[in-house]
């Protein structure tokens, strides 16, 4: 009977289960995000508890086999959230960890290849929200961003955002995931925020940017932006195709310019 490992969600969660994988000694075997678990007859459960003792073996492991570069592209594609990316990360541990050095740039297997294309794919959309993301200050001072990228890229921007905007505070938030990213000016603090606890939420309600009262200069800057994007652009420069190809329309939301009609 198939063996089916139920975890949190968490990375550490995912490693939790691999390490159950090898200390089980289980051959058929499916992991599968708790929230996406489904009753199944033909299987046996097990609910994976997170262990951080287990999770470390398993990525100090993985960390002693591959260079930086692969360990990156291994946390990339987990972040994917793709359908079966767990079996994916496993089938791919059992092969490099089992195989002789060099056997994580053999694109001919099928969990090299589909762990090197995930993480390609998250990648880019790490750059682009790194670029579009644009805040608004709010009217406690708190400078906010709502994004809801095709990926969990916010574990991997935060750094590019504490770097850039170091001198003020500000929240990232994921509507799609309903979690974000504080940073504290104050002490150089990062801390996760979840739904409910956020400067612009009530107890229970969503954070939306609709919601947030921004401060009276953010309307000045944001309609002066808009004026000056509008009387520099030129129309018979104008090129959609290229312009969608750069910046893709689910793109738009993020940009004050965009909320004018038109690219």
Same mark, same amino acid.
Request: no cysteine; net charge neutral; aromatic share 12%.
């Given at each position: =009977?198939?063996?089916?490992?139920?975890?949190?969600?968490?990375?550490?969660?995912?490693?939790?289960?691999?390490?159950?994988?090898?200390?089980?000694?289980?051959?058929?075997?499916?992991?599968?995000?708790?929230?996406?678990?489904?009753?199944?007859?033909?299987?046996?459960?097990?609910?994976?508890?997170?262990?951080?003792?287990?999770?470390?073996?398993? %990525?100090?492991?993985?960390?002693?086999?591959?260079?930086?570069?692969?360990?990156?592209?291994?946390?990339?594609?987990?972040?994917?959230?793709?359908?079966?990316?767990?079996?994916?990360?496993?089938?791919?541990?059992?092969?490099?960890?089992?195989?002789?050095?060099?056997?994580?740039?053999?694109?001919?297997?099928?969990?090299?290849?589909?762990? =090197?294309?995930?993480?390609?794919?998250?990648?880019?959309?790490?750059?682009? =929200?790194?670029?579009?993301?644009?805040?608004?200050?709010?009217?406690?001072?708190?400078? &906010?961003?709502?994004?809801?990228?095709?990926?969990?890229?916010?574990?991997?921007?935060?750094?590019?955002?504490?770097?850039?905007?170091?001198?003020?505070?500000?929240?990232?938030?994921?509507?799609?995931?309903?979690?974000?990213?504080?940073?504290?000016?104050?002490?150089?603090?990062?801390?996760?925020?979840?739904?409910?606890? &956020?400067?612009?939420? &009530?107890?229970?309600?969503?954070?939306? =940017?609709?919601?947030?009262?921004?401060?009276?200069?953010?309307?000045?800057?944001?309609?002066? %932006?808009?004026?000056?994007?509008? &009387?520099?652009?030129?129309?018979?420069?104008?090129?959609?195709?290229?312009?969608?190809?750069?910046?893709?329309?689910?793109?738009?939301?993020?940009?004050?310019?965009?909320?004018?009609?038109?690219?």
């Amino acid at each position: =009977m198939k063996d089916l490992l139920v975890y949190d969600g968490s990375f550490p969660g995912l490693l939790t289960a691999i390490f159950d994988v090898y200390e089980r000694k289980l051959a058929d075997v499916s992991i599968v995000r708790e929230h996406l678990y489904h009753p199944d007859l033909y299987a046996t459960v097990r609910t994976i508890t997170r262990d951080t003792h287990k999770a470390t073996r398993v %990525w100090q492991g993985l960390q002693k086999k591959l260079a930086t570069e692969i360990i990156d592209h291994f946390y990339k594609s987990f972040l994917s959230e793709a359908h079966n990316v767990e079996d994916t990360l496993l089938a791919f541990t059992r092969y490099v960890l089992g195989a002789p050095p060099g056997a994580e740039r053999n694109f001919a297997h099928p969990a090299v290849l589909e762990v =090197m294309q995930l993480s390609k794919k998250v990648h880019r959309e790490k750059h682009r =929200m790194e670029a579009f993301v644009r805040f608004q200050q709010a009217a406690d001072g708190l400078y &906010t961003a709502t994004i809801e990228p095709d990926f969990n890229v916010l574990p991997l921007i935060t750094g590019h955002f504490k770097d850039r905007y170091a001198d003020q505070s500000w929240l990232i938030y994921d509507d799609k995931r309903s979690y974000g990213i504080l940073y504290n000016e104050k002490d150089g603090q990062v801390m996760e925020v979840t739904a409910g606890v &956020t400067h612009s939420a &009530t107890p229970g309600e969503d954070p939306d =940017m609709a919601s947030i009262v921004v401060h009276d200069h953010e309307a000045a800057y944001q309609t002066l %932006w808009k004026t000056y994007f509008q &009387t520099t652009s030129i129309d018979v420069r104008k090129n959609k195709k290229l312009h969608l190809r750069h910046v893709p329309t689910r793109y738009w939301r993020y940009l004050t310019e965009k909320a004018m009609a038109g690219p």
